[in-house]
């Protein structure tokens, strides 16, 4: 069962986030999380990297980091690239390590009802089976010029 969300929840979202941890980012650059990462990173959001795996390179001009505990500067949104059973312990750590995030978003594919509503009730904003990169371009005008009927009115072609 997938969320509906309104186009103008979204844009808010986007345009309102500067700074964004991205769980379970991969180095291969083939991977959906690296370029998914590093497309935001080039939108000029500040993107963190997080993976344990690859804790101490650097990506983006960031040091990836192996927990979202170890971020000390403010986050905005926790963007997540992990299985589903694997998002309620994630987003306990984002709401314990930033007091005022604003949004958890799961990757396409991944949807936590529970960790939702433990987000919800904090008043954090989430997004679940969406991706921002996807999202952003569909509300900012750029995938029209891919084909892509987006359903967005503009004069900006």
């Known amino acids: 069962m997938s969320e509906s969300y309104s186009d103008a929840h979204l844009r808010d979202i986007l345009s309102r986030t500067k700074v964004i941890a991205v769980v379970g980012v991969s180095m291969n650059e083939v991977r959906p999380s690296f370029y998914v990462a590093r497309y935001?990173?080039?939108?000029?959001?500040r993107v963190i990297p997080v993976n344990p795996g690859h804790a101490g390179k650097v990506?983006?001009?960031?040091?990836?980091r192996a927990s979202l505990s170890?971020?000390?500067?403010?986050?905005?949104m926790v963007d997540i690239f992990r299985r589903s059973e694997h998002v309620p312990?994630?987003?306990?750590?984002?709401?314990?390590?930033?007091?005022?995030?604003q949004t958890i978003w799961l990757q396409i594919g991944v949807e936590s009802p529970e960790a939702a509503e433990t987000a919800r009730a904090r008043g954090v904003d989430v997004i679940m089976n969406r991706c921002p990169k996807i999202e952003?371009?569909?509300?900012?005008?750029?995938?029209?010029?891919?084909?892509?009927?987006?359903?967005v009115i503009s004069s900006k072609l």
């Open 40 to 45: 935001l990173n080039l939108k000029g959001f």
């Open 59 to 64: 990506l983006f001009g960031e040091t990836v």
């Open 70 to 76: 170890e971020i000390e500067d403010p986050v905005d």
């Open 89 to 101: 312990p994630i987003v306990d750590e984002a709401l314990e390590a930033f007091p005022d995030l």
């Open 136 to 151: 952003y371009q569909r509300l900012f005008g750029e995938l029209r010029m891919g084909g892509f009927n987006t359903g």
